[in-house]
């Protein structure tokens, strides 16, 4: 999944040859392994504190109402406050920039226009409109899906973005096929929809939930219509 996050991507890109990139995968890899053990660890010793000291909270809720509650000191409310205002500003901002630059160069080639002034100016414009969408998404999570954990939504969602773009890779890694370029997008876009279909049928009819599992049904979907639409010249 790193090869296909913008963000991740970008600090593969920083390494000087392909030799320091696979090591900063396999090093990445180590410490985030590490750091979900200690926030899971941490996860569970918050449970187990709340559970005593009569603190009603779950899921997302329950480390924010510990924190700024007071029983572990003002101090730890205050530091707790400045790092998510930090982490929230750095996520933002890195995922802005990486939509705006993505959209500006990859779709609206704005790096083939010779006018430089036209470029910012249209680079401002893109800026503004994903900081708009962004606020927007924030407010559907909040008012929407108050009563679920954000973390399990967002990898339900990431399994019908994300499945596409693992079934295109997944082809382009095991396959030499060349496909009908015009008919991909088509593909990208079917792909999620049966898997929503096929999701809400098997959960509905045969009791059986695909959760997490969305991402890889998607994902072979998506490889199964790169099949079907391969060139005549693969013959």
């Known amino acids: 999944m790193t090869g296909l ?17 696979q090591k900063n995968m396999f090093w990445f890899t180590l410490v985030l392994v590490i750091v979900n053990f200690f926030f899971l660890a941490l996860g569970i010793l918050l449970t187990d504190f709340a559970t005593q000291n009569g603190i009603d909270a779950h899921k997302d809720q329950l480390f ?10 003002i101090a730890v ?3 707790f406050l400045l790092g998510l205002i930090a982490a929230a500003y750095s996520s933002a901002d890195s995922a802005l920039t990486s939509l705006t630059t993505s959209f500006s160069i990859d779709i609206l080639e704005i790096d083939k226009k010779e006018d430089e002034a036209e ?3 249209t680079r401002k414009k893109i800026h503004v409109l994903f900081s708009f969408i962004l ?15 954000v973390i399990a939504k967002i990898f339900q969602f990431a399994g ?5 773009l693992l079934g295109l890779y ?13 008919l991909v997008p088509f593909v990208c876009v079917i792909a999620p929809v049966a898997t ?27 490889f199964l219509g790169l099949l079907l639409i391969k060139t005549k010249e693969n013959a």
């Open 196 to 222: 929503f279909l096929i999701s809400n049928y098997s959960k509905n009819s045969l009791g059986f939930d695909f959760s997490f599992a969305i991402l890889i049904l998607n994902g072979f979907l998506t």
């Open 64 to 73: 924010p109402t510990i924190a700024i509650s007071g029983e572990l000191g």
């Open 160 to 164: 019908y973005t994300y499945g596409p």
């Open 5 to 21: 996050d913008q963000d991740m991507m970008q600090k593969n890109l920083t390494c000087r040859s392909l030799k320091d990139a």
């Open 170 to 182: 997944a082809f382009g890694l095991f396959t030499k096929l060349k496909v009908e370029d015009k």
């Open 135 to 149: 606020v927007i998404t924030i407010l559907i999570f909040k008012y929407f899906i108050a009563d679920e954990s």
């Open 119 to 121: 470029k910012e100016k």
């Open 77 to 79: 409310s205050l530091f």
